[in-house]
């Protein structure tokens, strides 16, 4: 099967058309956008099924000459499924309006009612085709469950959770977005040879400079490190990254508003009128609240150690 991610950005793209932030101002300046999320798959590399219709379609297809038309109105996009009715995933199939065959469009029956009624898609769609709309909406396909693959599927949901408790502690450590990190996983036999096949992925999504993959690793003392799922073990050096000093009173002063708050909330637990009175909901909500503290102080206090 081959997949072509044609755009992976939220609603709205990067740069968002009325956005200021530092990503939007850098894409601006770079010219260099994201498009909206939206993904072409094909069997056989001739017919494409595109997943879900973004509003950048119209560049979606012309940047990927898989997608180009075979001959006069002859598009290898085949059909086009949604995953849901967001404006994002739908705006497209206006741009499909000079297709030259009704192309099927799989949804879910609320997608469908959704774009017949109160979004009236279809009939807007209607006038450009003549007698009939240029799609034509059909019940969601139906998956097979004996084509799903359990071992890809846990080797990749490896792979995805190695990337994100990285990103995670580039973003708990306040590693600036440009800098390259070094990574240094631990894992068994198995797991480093799926975590080696994707090696070019890890190391563009986490922006690493390096990685080394070992069955049992030295991690340096001041690193940061996550344990992952099936007992890999990764770490961050953080020599030489950020100021040691500043970060662990950065997080100092967020365990000390976490203590005050904490002991905020067990008065007002402790208290029986307060506790009598207030809604079930309300009192449950501050017992969650004091669970995820003390959470999110354990992970403080493991940071503080890999600075100390
Ligand atoms: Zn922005």
Known sequence: MRVIILG????????????????CLDA?????????????????GESWVLLNASPDLRMQCAAHHELWPRGPRGSPIASVVLTDGEIDHTLGLLLLRESATRLPVYA??????????????????????????????AAFPKGADALIDERAESE???V?????????????MNIKPGD???????AKTDLQTVFQASLDQIARLTRAAQVS??????????????????????????EGLIDFEQERARLWREQEKLQQ??????????????????????????RARIVDIAQRTTALDQMLEALA
């Open 156 to 158: 990749i949901s490896a």
């Open 261 to 286: 708050e904490a002991a905020k909330l067990e008065a007002q637990l402790g208290n029986s009128d307060f506790v009598a009175r207030a809604p079930a909901e309300k009192v449950a909500e501050l």
């Open 180 to 186: 390259r990190i070094q990574l240094m996983i631990a």
């Open 213 to 238: 993959i070992d069955g049992n690793v030295e991690m340096p003392k001041a690193s940061a490190r996550a344990v992952l799922a099936g007992g890999a073990e990764v770490a961050v050096p953080l």
């Open 160 to 172: 995805i959770d190695l990337i994100s408790r990285v990103r995670n502690i580039r973003a708990e």
């Open 28 to 44: 601006r300046h770079d010219a260099r956008g994201r498009m909206q999320s939206s993904v072409a798959v094909s069997a056989d």
């Open 108 to 137: 879910p029956d609320g997608v469908t009612a959704l774009l017949g009624d109160e979004w009236p898609l279809y009939r807007v769609l209607s006038a450009y085709a003549g007698v009939e709309p240029t799609i034509m909406l």
């Open 8 to 23: 992976s950005a939220a609603g709205g793209g990067v740069p968002q058309w009325n956005c200021r932030c530092p990503n």
